[in-house]
């Protein structure tokens, strides 16, 4: 059995097959995975990261298939993470992203890994930070994640990418949903996909109003796509070669990278102490003993988590 | 999080398009709480060995009813081999119709079971939770 500083060694001399396995060892958030982790970190910076969200449905994976296809193209190796939900049943999961994806198993120069959320609220799973890092370590140019279907709220995709997209799709909501807080906000580049539907138009209108009166200096650009088409995947590889540039002036990607890092250390401590609080109180049976008051109506859930952490 | 989830491909080589039993399957399977990578119909022997590389899997099932799987199950396992990985490393595994006479040299191939029409998902779902409990660690 190798260790994994040999698996490290593996990665960095290009195999394959030992980023797989550090990528599961990474993911399963084993002390050997942290250790791997711990020695890859110094390695990464270099690639891209793309993150691109939208909600179910919004055609997400076939748009993430044309744009690494295309950035491919452009002479760009390419790491995919895609991410699917767990059942929050049996903690099963089906991860079907890479059928729509089929072409690229066979260009050695495209690594695609299926995630699971695995329980993770945001629209990533716990661990795609680790993994981005290790396929970017790797000597990946661009790393492409492609969240879970994504509601309003799930933006942790922004706190880890270099370029957030945002996809949304026409007959979807009117203009009021558009200006809510939330998913919109997270884009660096906003793409209304399924661009041959009714109304694409329209949304792309009514989203040019909403960014026109956004405060922000840089403005975002709104691209129509069909994934399915192959249309608007070149205009799309171009706005994020723009949004490249634009963070790479001095000043704005060290902010960037600030507020990623404070991000990442402050979601891993808030799950550490979690983890340890689960830890200590399942064992005893005082979670149980809370939860049962507070279902009961004797206790609120308020003092119940004071009482928990005290 | 440090439950090590068991990994599965399930896949359907070759031409066929009946992929009804692989769904089942995989379904059963995320039911029975692992992850299950669906590559859908019409893989090539190296597309499937290319996505156990890349999702680093634990369990390999293929489906197939069109009766090529003398002549495809060998080409995954060589492409598997191709790619480094032995076949005591992964749960190599097949359902579809594939007659009798054909199960023990796909077993020397490297094929651990064959599970025919009428097994039920329970059955498999026991096979290979008694497989990934005695499987190696991936690095110490």
């Known amino acids: 059995m190798p260790t994994v500083e040999d698996l490290v060694k593996g990665l960095l001399a290009g195999n394959r097959r030992a980023l797989s396995r550090l990528l599961t060892l990474i993911e399963n958030d084993t002390p050997v995975g942290r250790r791997a982790l711990a020695a890859l970190y110094s390695r990464s910076g270099s690639a891209h990261t793309i993150g691109l969200t939208g909600s179910a449905g919004s055609g997400k994976s076939t748009l993430s298939g044309a744009l690494a296809r295309e950035l491919r193209r452009r002479g760009k190796t390419l790491g995919i993470v895609a991410i699917d939900p767990t059942s929050p049943f049996s903690q099963g999961a089906i991860l079907g992203d890479r059928i729509r994806m089929q072409d690229l198993t066979s260009d050695p120069e495209v690594f695609l890994r299926s995630m699971a959320t695995r329980g993770n609220l945001g629209g990533l799973a716990p661990s795609t930070a680790g993994v981005v890092t290790a396929l970017d370590a790797f000597g990946k140019d661009v790393v492409l994640v492609e969240t879970v279907g994504a509601g309003q709220d799930e933006v942790e995709v922004a706190a880890m990418a270099d370029t957030t997209v945002v996809v949304v799709t026409p007959g979807t909501g009117d203009d009021v949903q558009a200006m809510k807080a939330g998913i919109m906000e997270i884009a660096d580049i906003l793409v209304v996909n399924k661009s041959d539907l009714p109304n694409a138009d329209l949304l792309a209108r009514q989203l040019a109003s909403i960014v026109d009166a956004s405060p922000h200096e840089r403005r975002t650009p709104i691209l129509k796509t069909a994934g399915a088409l192959n249309e608007g995947i070149d205009a799309l590889a171009d706005a994020i070669d723009e949004h490249r540039a634009y963070i790479s002036q001095a000043g704005v990607r060290e902010a960037h990278r600030l507020e990623q890092a404070r991000h990442q250390v402050l979601a891993l401590a808030r799950q550490r102490l979690i983890d340890r609080l689960l830890a200590q109180h399942a064992t005893d049976g005082r979670l149980d003993a809370l939860v049962e008051r507070v279902a009961a109506r004797v206790l609120d859930p308020h003092s119940a988590a004071d009482e928990l952490i005290s | ?140």
Do not use: C, N
Request: proline share 6%.
């Open chain 2, 1 to 140: 999080m440090t439950d090590e989830k068991i990994r599965v491909l399930i896949a359907k080589p070759g031409l066929d398009g009946h992929d009804r039993g692989a769904k089942v399957v995989a379904r059963a399977l995320r039911d029975a709480g692992m992850e299950v990578i669906y590559t859908g119909i019409r893989q090539t022997p190296e597309m499937i060995a290319e996505a156990a590389l890349q999702e680093d899997v634990d369990v390999i099932g293929l489906s197939i009813l069109s009766g090529a799987h003398m002549e495809l199950f060998p080409r995954v396992v060589k492409a598997l081999r191709d790619r480094e990985i032995a076949p005591d490393e992964v749960l190599l595994f097949a359902g579809g119709i594939i007659p009798d006479a054909d199960i023990e040299p796909l077993k020397k191939t490297g094929f651990q079971a064959i599970f025919g029409p009428g097994t039920s998902t329970e059955d498999i779902i026991k096979f290979v939770r008694e497989w990934a409990a005695t499987r190696p660690a991936r690095a110490t």
